[in-house]
C-alpha cells in the first residue's frame, strides 16, 4: 500500500487548483446559506484548514440529506444532489490528509459512494476518480489467482433442503440456439418479440472463471452498496439498506440470516439511465468497480437497437438462494446473462397481461399480484390458463426477455447476474 503523502498527491491532483475553480453553479432552489456554507468550506479547504472543512462538510450533508429525503425521489431537485455530491467530495478527501490510515481512506471511500449513490455528478464525475484513487490504496497484496467457482457453490445455504428445483421438462420451455447470426436472431427472436437462450456467446467471457466470493471480496469488498432485504419488493416487510459488499456476504451469504439479503439491479459497472424495477424509486448509480466491468462484454447483438452503446443499462444482481422478483415487466428489451449459479425463470406474452392480474396502484402497475409459484387460484382464477415459457438459466447462458415481457425469477443457487437494457 502506498503511503498517506502519495495518497493526498495523488488526490490533490485530481482537484481544481484553486478555490474559484471549486465551485457549483446552482439553481434558485438552493438557497443562498447553503452556497455561503459551499463557498466557506472551498476557501477552509484551500487554506489548509482540513478539521474545519470536514466539520461544514457534515453540516452541509446533513441539510441536503434532509432535502435528499424529502418526498418521492424523481422530485428531488438535481442541483440538492449536487450539493451533497460536493459535501462528500470534501469529506473525502479532507479524510485522507496524511497521516491518514486505512480506517480514514476505508471512510473517505464510503463517503465517496454515498455521494454516488445519493448525488449527482459535478465537477467531470470527479468523484469517481477520487474513487478510484482510494480503491487502488485501499487494494493491497496479491488477490486470488482466479479459478473455478466451487468456493461459491460451496458456501453455506441455509435453505437448500427446503428450495425445491422446477422440473421444467413438464413445461413448455425457451428454446435454445448456439450462437445465432445478427440476421437470424432479428427475424426470428429480436421482431416477433420472442424469447430465446443464447448458448456460446458469453461462455469466454473472464467473469465465468474469475468470479467467486473472494475475486468479489477482493476487488469490490470496501465499496458501499444498496441492498434489498426480504423476499421480494411486494412484501410489506422489505426494506432497502446500505452496506458494503464484505459486510453484505457475511451477513447474506456465508451465514444463515433470518432474512434474504438481495443486491439487485444496481449498476456496478456503468454509468446510471433511469431504474425500471418495479415498486422502487431509487437514486442513479454511477460506476463503482471498473475491475468487474472488465469481466463481462456487451452481446453484440445490442447493436440491432436504435440507441447508442453507452445508452445501455448494465445492472448486477447479486444473492444467495431464494432471492425472488416477482412477475413483473420492463420497458426496455433485455439480455440477462449467468455469470454464477442457476435461475428458474418464467416468461408470459405481454398478451396475457389481464390474466396476471397487475397492481392497481402506478408504483407497481408493471408489477403482477400473483404469487407464481404458489398462486391463489381462487382469487386469480384466470392465472391458471396463462401460457407461460420456463427454464433454468445456467453459467454462460443468456437469456433474451423482450421488452414487455413479464418475468419471474428466482434464484435456485447463491448467484450472480447481468442484466443489458437496450431499445
Known amino acids: 500500500m502506498a503511503g498517506p503523502s502519495a495518497l493526498w498527491e495523488a488526490l490533490q491532483a485530481l482537484l481544481p487548483r484553486t478555490k474559484e475553480e471549486l465551485k457549483l453553479e446552482l439553481g434558485e432552489k438552493v438557497e443562498g446559506s447553503v452556497v455561503m456554507l459551499l463557498q466557506e468550506a472551498a476557501e477552509l479547504f484551500h487554506g489548509g484548514q482540513r478539521r474545519e472543512c470536514l466539520q461544514t462538510c457534515e453540516v452541509l450533508l446533513d441539510y441536503s440529506w434532509e432535502k435528499l429525503n424529502t418526498g418521492p425521489w424523481q422530485h428531488v431537485d438535481k442541483d440538492w444532489r449536487r450539493v451533497y ?234 444473492g444467495p438462494q431464494g432471492t425472488v422478483s416477482p412477475l413483473h415487466q420492463d420497458p426496455q428489451q433485455n439480455f440477462l446473462a449467468q455469470a454464477m449459479g442457476r435461475k428458474y425463470i418464467r416468461l408470459y406474452s405481454p398478451q396475457e397481461s389481464e390474466a396476471l392480474y397487475p397492481h392497481d396502484t402506478h408504483l407497481l402497475h408493471n408489477t403482477s399480484q400473483v404469487d407464481v409459484e404458489n398462486p391463489d387460484l381462487e382469487k386469480f382464477p384466470r392465472f391458471a390458463e396463462a401460457p407461460f415459457l420456463s427454464c433454468v438459466l445456467s453459467p454462460g447462458e443468456v437469456l433474451f426477455i423482450p421488452a414487455k415481457h413479464w418475468h419471474y425469477v428466482r434464484a435456485l443457487d447463491l448467484s450472480f447476474s447481468v442484466s443489458f437494457w437496450w431499445s
Open 85 to 318: 455530491a460536493f459535501g462528500c467530495l470534501l469529506k473525502a478527501v479532507c479524510l485522507c490528509e496524511p497521516p491518514g490510515d486505512a480506517a480514514s481512506v476505508a471512510a473517505a471511500l464510503k463517503a465517496c459512494d454515498m455521494g454516488l449513490l445519493m448525488g449527482a455528478a459535478i465537477l467531470g464525475d470527479i468523484l469517481l476518480k477520487v474513487a478510484a484513487v482510494l480503491q487502488k490504496h485501499l487494494l493491497s497484496g496479491k488477490r486470488p489467482a482466479p479459478g473455478p467457482s466451487q468456493e461459491l457453490l460451496g458456501t453455506k445455504k441455509a435453505r437448500s433442503d427446503h428450495m425445491p428445483i422446477p422440473d421444467v421438462m413438464t413445461e413448455r420451455t425457451v428454446p435454445r440456439l448456439h450462437c445465432p447470426s445478427l440476421q437470424y436472431f432479428k427475424k426470428h427472436f429480436l421482431v416477433p418479440g420472442r424469447p430465446v437462450i443464447l448458448e456460446g456467446v458469453a461462455n469466454h467471457w473472464p467473469c465465468m472463471k474469475k468470479w467467486s466470493l473472494e475475486y468479489i471480496q477482493e476487488v469490490a469488498g470496501c465499496r458501499t452498496v444498496p441492498v434489498e432485504v426480504g423476499s421480494r419488493y411486494t412484501d410489506e416487510e422489505w426494506s432497502q439498506t446500505l452496506m458494503t459488499v464484505n459486510e453484505f456476504i457475511s451477513k447474506y451469504i456465508r451465514n444463515e440470516p433470518k432474512d434474504i439479503g438481495y443486491l439487485a439491479q444496481h449498476q456496478l459497472f456503468d454509468q446510471a439511465a433511469e431504474l425500471h424495477r418495479p415498486g422502487l424509486n431509487p437514486p442513479h448509480m454511477l460506476c463503482q468497480i471498473p475491475e468487474l466491468k472488465q469481466d463481462i462484454s456487451i452481446p453484440d447483438y445490442c447493436c440491432l437497437g436504435d440507441g447508442e452503446e453507452e445508452e445501455i443499462t448494465i445492472n448486477a444482481w447479486f
